[in-house]
C-alpha cells in the first residue's frame, strides 16, 4: 500500500521527502537493503532515468531488492519510487545550465569510475523508454493518418531550427527523392519568411520543435494557419505553444540526462512518417526514386562499392574511369534524360 508523505516546508520537491524518509529508515534496513538505499542516497539524480535492473546492477543487489526497499518506505514499489523524480525533472525549467550541472553532478568524482560508462547507457535506456513512449502516445492509426496529411499536400514546408534542424534537413532530404514540392525553411542570408511566400490551403508544413520553443518555429506556425494550410507538429508536450495552433500533434519523449532534451524520438517519427508517404506515392514515387538514383549516380556523388582509396588521391576523377554501357543508356532513356 502507498504511504503519503508530510512535506517539511523547507523541501523543494517531493522527492526531498521520499530521500528524507530512506535516510531514516536506513540503520533499521538489512545490509541488502543498505547497498540500494546508499546507492540512491548518494545518486538520486540516477533514478529518472535508470531501470530497476540497471540500478540494482550499479548498487551491487538483486532486482528484487530495488522493489523491497521501495515497500520499505511504504510505496508499492520500484517504479512509484521512481516516478516522483521524473516529475521532478519534467516540472523544473529546461535551462542548459542546469542540465549541464546536472551532466557533471553525474560524471564527477563521487559518480565513481564508472561514471562515463554508465552515463552512455542511461542515454540508450533512456531514449529506448522515449521511443516506447512516442508510439504509445502517438499510436500507429495516427502516425499513419497524419502522413497523409502531409502526402496530400501540394506543397510540404519542413521546419525545425536549432537542435532539430538535423530532424527538420533528413526530413526534406529524403522526401526529395520521390516528391520535388518540399521547401526547408532554414533561412539562408536572412530569407527565412520568404521561404514560406505563397502557403496557402492545399499546403502542409511539419514544425519540429521542442522546449525552449524557439521564436521563429511558432511565428512560421502561426502564419501557416492564418494561411490556412495544414500543421503538423512533432514536440515534446500538450502545453506546448504548437498544441493550441494544430489538431496535428505528435507527442515525442524527450527525457534523457545530456545538455539539449534527446532528439531521437523526434528523427525516428521522421523516418516513419517519410517512409509512410513514398509507400503512399504509388509507381509516381517509385519512378522518382529511380530518377534521382540515376541522377547521383551521374554524378557519382557515392564512392564506388569495392574501390578502396588510395592515399595521396583524394578526387573522384583519379578514379578509372567506369564507361557506361548499353543498359545505362536504356535506363537514361526509359526516364527521358539525355545521353551523357
Not at 502564419?223 to 505528435?250: G, K, M, N, Q, W
Not at 540515376?294 to 564506388?304: D, I
Request: charged content about 20%; glycine content about 8%.
Amino acid at each position: 500500500m502507498s504511504a503519503e508523505f508530510e512535506t517539511n516546508p523547507e523541501d523543494t520537491y517531493p522527492t526531498d521527502s521520499l530521500l528524507a524518509r530512506l535516510r531514516e529508515i536506513y540503520d533499521s534496513l538489512s545490509p541488502q537493503l543498505q547497498s540500494g538505499a546508499k546507492y540512491i542516497l548518494e545518486r538520486p539524480d540516477e533514478i529518472a532515468f535508470t531501470s530497476m535492473r540497471q540500478l540494482a546492477q550499479r548498487a551491487n543487489v538483486q532486482p528484487a531488492t530495488m522493489v523491497r526497499l521501495a515497500q520499505k518506505m511504504g510505496l508499492d514499489g520500484y517504479e512509484s519510487l521512481r516516478e516522483p523524480f521524473r516529475d521532478e525533472l519534467r516540472k523544473q525549467p529546461s535551462g542548459y545550465g542546469r542540465r549541464a550541472r546536472q551532466l557533471l553532478a553525474r560524471t564527477g568524482r563521487r559518480s565513481g569510475g564508472r561514471a562515463l560508462t554508465n552515463l552512455a547507457g542511461e542515454m540508450i535506456a533512456a531514449d529506448r523508454e522515449n521511443l516506447s513512449l512516442t508510439m504509445e502516445a502517438i499510436g500507429a492509426d495516427g502516425l499513419a493518418a497524419t502522413s497523409t496529411v502531409l502526402a496530400k499536400s501540394n506543397r510540404l514546408f519542413i521546419m525545425g531550427m536549432r537542435s532539430l534542424y538535423p530532424a527538420a534537413f533528413y526530413t526534406h532530404y529524403a522526401c526529395s527523392m520521390f516528391r520535388n514540392n518540399t521547401v526547408l525553411l532554414d533561412g539562408p542570408g536572412g530569407t527565412f519568411a520568404d521561404g514560406m511566400r505563397g502557403i496557402g490551403d492545399k499546403d502542409a508544413m511539419l514544425i519540429f520543435s521542442l522546449e525552449p520553443y524557439t521564436s521563429g518555429v511558432i511565428q512560421a506556425a502561426t502564419y501557416a494557419v492564418e494561411r490556412r494550410a495544414e500543421v503538423v507538429a512533432i514536440t515534446d508536450s500538450l502545453v506546448s505553444p504548437l498544441a493550441a495552433l494544430t489538431p496535428h500533434l505528435l507527442l515525442v519523449g524527450t527525457d534523457g540526462p545530456a545538455l539539449f532534451k534527446s532528439v531521437v524520438s523526434a528523427i525516428a517519427i521522421a523516418q516513419a512518417l517519410v517512409a509512410q508517404m513514398l509507400a503512399q506515392g504509388g509507381q509516381s514515387a517509385l519512378d522518382a526514386v529511380a530518377e534521382s538514383e540515376h541522377q547521383l549516380g551521374r554524378f557519382e556523388t557515392y564512392w564506388p562499392t569495392g574501390v578502396m582509396p588510395q592515399p595521396g588521391t583524394f578526387s573522384v576523377a583519379a578514379r578509372s574511369p567506369v564507361q557506361p554501357v548499353e543498359t545505362d543508356f536504356q535506363e537514361a532513356d526509359k526516364l527521358r534524360l539525355p545521353r551523357k
